[in-house]
Structure formats: structure tokens, C-alpha cells
T-cell receptor, first 112, second 114 residues
């Protein structure tokens, strides 16, 4: 079993819709969770981080964390074609310094 | 504030050669981590340096090594290159070391081994 899992997609949503991206992790001791966006041929770009159970909102993005169920999700409201990218979930497993374990990423396609 | 910079951006090498990649972190950042990204394995952690000391190491062979200098700049070296080392090598920097630190990635060095 992989330590951080994501559905590879592609997840296709129409423009203006809500895109919901999910991630599960295996280590119950994990404390910090990050979402990165990666456009094709580019490097990952940090979107959000979350440490506490519940929701954290930043503009059109909302990260949700449920430690009991060991999942973290990212909601993108009013999806735009420019949101089309691969979204990477990263977890600091075992609080191991700055070592992040990444999921395989979910490819999001927003259709005009 | 300038972001993370990596040089070179592209590199072509042949099997058996060695390569050195360089990373300059964001000003004021003292931690540098290296990752390898391939289509098959995704993003995998290589190692992390903080205050010139390797703090964590991923599951990679000893051919992969790195170091950090007193100005926080870092280099990674891959010796005896194999075809499977073809990948995007990413450097990420953060202010300090700890589970709550956010890491910012550089543009990467794309290495092709022929």
C-alpha cells in the first residue's frame, strides 16, 4: 500500500463548477499536509497547506483535513480552464524534517 | 524576492558519466531538499540539507549524493549514470526544518541519460 494515494484521473469538470480532489494517507502520526499544482513541463507550485482538522479557505481553494479518516481534500470553486493541471498531495509522514511524501497526483481538466 | 534557482535547466549525459546539479534557495531559507520526478515513480524524496548537514535521506543508491554550503546553496551529484536516472530533478527550499515548514520548488533540472 502506498503511503499517500490519489486518484490519477483525469477528473473532468465544466468551467464554473466545483472540482473536488481527494488524497488518503497511511501514517496516523502525520501532522502536515500540502497541496501543490503542477502544470505540464513545470515544477510544483504550492497552493495550500493544512495542519488542523477542518477546513481552511484561501480564495477559490478550500483544503479539508480529517485525521480520523486519514484523508485530505482540495476543493476548487468556480473552476477555470487555467486550473487544468496535475494536483499533488504531499504529506510530512512521521514528522520527518522536511521530507515530503507525494501522492501520484490527480490530473484535472476544466472544460470551457 | 527571488525564487529558488537551479542550474543547469537541461542536461544530456551518457551512461557511466557523472553529473552535478546546483540549487540556490530563496534568500533567508536554510533548508534545501532534493526530489526526483519520473513518469513511472512520481515525485520521490532524495535528501534534505539543513545547516550544511544531511538531515534525511530517501531510498536511493549511494550514487546519489549531495552537499550544502555555508551560504545554503546546495549541489547534488549522481555518479555512474544509468538510463533510469533520466528525470526531472527538483530542489525545494524552506526557512527552517520541521514538519510545518512549507517548501518552495525551483524550476528543476531535466536530465536525459543516453
Amino acid at each position: 500500500q502506498k503511503e499517500v494515494e490519489q486518484n490519477s484521473g483525469p477528473l473532468s469538470v465544466p468551467e464554473g463548477a466545483i472540482a473536488s480532489l481527494n488524497c488518503t494517507y497511511s501514517d496516523r502520526g502525520s501532522q502536515s499536509f500540502f497541496w501543490y499544482r503542477q502544470y505540464s513541463g513545470k515544477s510544483p507550485e504550492l497552493i495550500m497547506f493544512i495542519y488542523s482538522n477542518g477546513d481552511k479557505e484561501d480564495g477559490r481553494f478550500t483544503a479539508q483535513l480529517n485525521k480520523a479518516s486519514q484523508y485530505v481534500s482540495l476543493l476548487i470553486r468556480d473552476s477555470q480552464p487555467s486550473d487544468s493541471a496535475t494536483y499533488l498531495c504531499a504529506v510530512n509522514i512521521n514528522n520527518a524534517g522536511n521530507m515530503l511524501t507525494f501522492g501520484g497526483g490527480t490530473r484535472l481538466m476544466v472544460k470551457p | 524576492k527571488a525564487g529558488v534557482t537551479q542550474t543547469p535547466r537541461y542536461l544530456i549525459k551518457t551512461r557511466g558519466q557523472q553529473v552535478t546539479l546546483s540549487c540556490s534557495p530563496i534568500s533567508g531559507h536554510r533548508s534545501v531538499s532534493w526530489y526526483q520526478q519520473t513518469p513511472g515513480q512520481g515525485l520521490q524524496f532524495l535528501f534534505e540539507y539543513f545547516s550544511e548537514t544531511q538531515r534525511n535521506k530517501g531510498n536511493f543508491p549511494g550514487r546519489f549524493s549531495g552537499r550544502q554550503f555555508s551560504n545554503s546553496r546546495s549541489e547534488m551529484n549522481v555518479s555512474t549514470l544509468e538510463l533510469g536516472d533520466s528525470a526531472l530533478y527538483l530542489c525545494a527550499s524552506s526557512k527552517g526544518q520541521g514538519a510545518w515548514e512549507t517548501q518552495y520548488f525551483g524550476p528543476g533540472t531535466r536530465l536525459l541519460v543516453l
